[in-house]
């Protein structure tokens, strides 16, 4: 039993060393190190966890709600770092980042104006809401939003009573940096604190390219988590901003005016009707 279960350690070892450094310790130079051998790439089926299918008939409950994560709190910060890419290997990225690099390739194609869906935006429109060019006095000056200028993530997702599973759950629909308007960046006697949605992205067309990027591990460095795990999992701080509703969707600051802390407790009411919907789906 006790040599099975070193067996079992020593497989998850190897393969985390090999998923996080490939060939780092067979490289020759410095060209040789992430690339992967032959057998590897044979046996490398690597790729995010598929969702299982969900038939809308076993859907007894679910409700919209879209939530906002702030990159201040400490529990977020790996959605964050790193900011500066100059002294760090090519696969750590933030999640900024690793989204631009996505659409940029062309892996990412779902791309949109708002969370509804309504209509698709190209690159060069996601480029003129990140870099403004400004000529003064004979000069050109470039502004250009980068990882250090988002400040959050809008997330928009579901929750839903599965009654074949029997269970709550979680499913996340689209997400959206939100950063300062580069029309304003670098413009004098104007101070606007204002986060916007640069842009939407549907988040099950993003799943493989955040499964690539990953997010450094602190307590394991040989174990890195991807970005896709890390959101799948709800591994963040958020507070929920607005919920689908007969008034239009209305956000909570549309109604709940003026007042941080009325707010918040009305984000945390729609939190507490969520958990007990589950908990009233067992009461008889």
Same mark, same amino acid.
């Given at each position: 039993?006790?040599?099975?279960?070193?067996?079992?350690?020593?497989?998850?070892?190897?393969?985390?060393?090999?998923?996080?450094? *490939?060939?780092?310790?067979?490289?020759? *130079?410095?060209?040789?190190?992430?690339?992967?051998?032959?057998?590897?790439?044979? !046996?490398?089926?690597?790729?995010?966890?598929?969702?299982?299918?969900?038939?809308?008939?076993?859907?007894?409950?679910?409700?919209?709600?879209?939530?906002? /994560?702030?990159?201040?709190?400490? /529990?977020?910060?790996?959605?964050?770092?790193?900011?500066?890419?100059?002294? /760090?290997? !090519?696969?750590?990225?933030?999640?900024?980042?690793?989204?631009?690099?996505?659409?940029?390739?062309?892996?990412?194609?779902?791309?949109?104006?708002?969370?509804?869906?309504?209509?698709?935006?190209?690159?060069?429109?996601?480029?003129?809401?990140?870099?403004?060019?400004?000529? =003064?006095?004979?000069?050109?000056?470039? %502004?250009?939003?980068?990882?250090?200028?988002?400040?959050?993530?809008?997330?928009?997702?579901?929750?839903?009573?599965?009654?074949?599973?029997? =269970?709550?759950?979680?499913?996340?629909?689209?997400?959206?940096?939100?950063?300062?308007?580069?029309?304003?960046?670098?413009?004098?006697?104007?101070?606007?604190?204002?986060?916007?949605?640069? %842009?939407?992205?549907?988040?099950?067309?993003?799943?493989?390219?955040?499964?690539?990027?990953?997010? %450094?591990?602190?307590?394991? *460095?040989?174990?890195? /988590?991807?970005?896709?795990?890390?959101?799948?999992?709800?591994?963040? *701080? !958020?507070?929920?901003?607005? =919920?689908?509703?007969?008034?239009?969707?209305?956000?909570?600051?549309?109604?709940?005016?003026?007042? !941080?802390?009325?707010?918040?407790?009305?984000? +945390?009411?729609?939190?507490?009707?969520?958990?007990?919907?589950?908990?009233?789906?067992? +009461?008889?």
């Amino acid at each position: 039993m006790v040599r099975n279960c070193f067996i079992i350690f020593l497989v998850f070892l190897t393969s985390g060393i090999v998923n996080a450094q *490939s060939n780092l310790l067979n490289a020759k *130079s410095v060209s040789d190190i992430g690339k992967k051998n032959e057998q590897q790439l044979t !046996s490398d089926n690597d790729a995010p966890i598929p969702y299982g299918y969900v038939d809308d008939r076993d859907i007894m409950w679910s409700k919209v709600v879209w939530e906002f /994560i702030d990159l201040n709190q400490k /529990i977020n910060l790996p959605y964050y770092f790193p900011i500066d890419t100059t002294s /760090i290997s !090519s696969n750590r990225r933030s999640l900024f980042d690793s989204l631009i690099k996505g659409i940029k390739q062309g892996k990412i194609k779902e791309a949109y104006t708002d969370s509804f869906f309504t209509s698709k935006i190209t690159q060069d429109e996601i480029d003129s809401r990140l870099v403004n060019v400004r000529e =003064e006095n004979g000069y050109t000056d470039t %502004f250009r939003i980068q990882t250090q200028d988002v400040e959050g993530y809008m997330l928009k997702g579901m929750w839903y009573f599965d009654k074949r599973q029997g =269970e709550m759950k979680y499913r996340l629909l689209a997400l959206a940096p939100m950063g300062k308007d580069v029309q304003t960046i670098g413009v004098e006697n104007v101070e606007d604190e204002n986060l916007y949605e640069l %842009f939407w992205i549907f988040f099950p067309n993003a799943r493989d390219v955040l499964h690539n990027a990953k997010v %450094f591990n602190p307590k394991n *460095s040989s174990q890195p /988590i991807s970005y896709d795990h890390l959101l799948n999992a709800r591994r963040f *701080s !958020s507070v929920i901003v607005r =919920e689908e509703n007969i008034y239009g969707n209305r956000a909570i600051e549309d109604y709940v005016r003026g007042n !941080s802390l009325f707010q918040l407790l009305e984000a +945390n009411k729609i939190k507490e009707d969520i958990r007990n919907r589950e908990m009233d789906m067992w +009461n008889y």
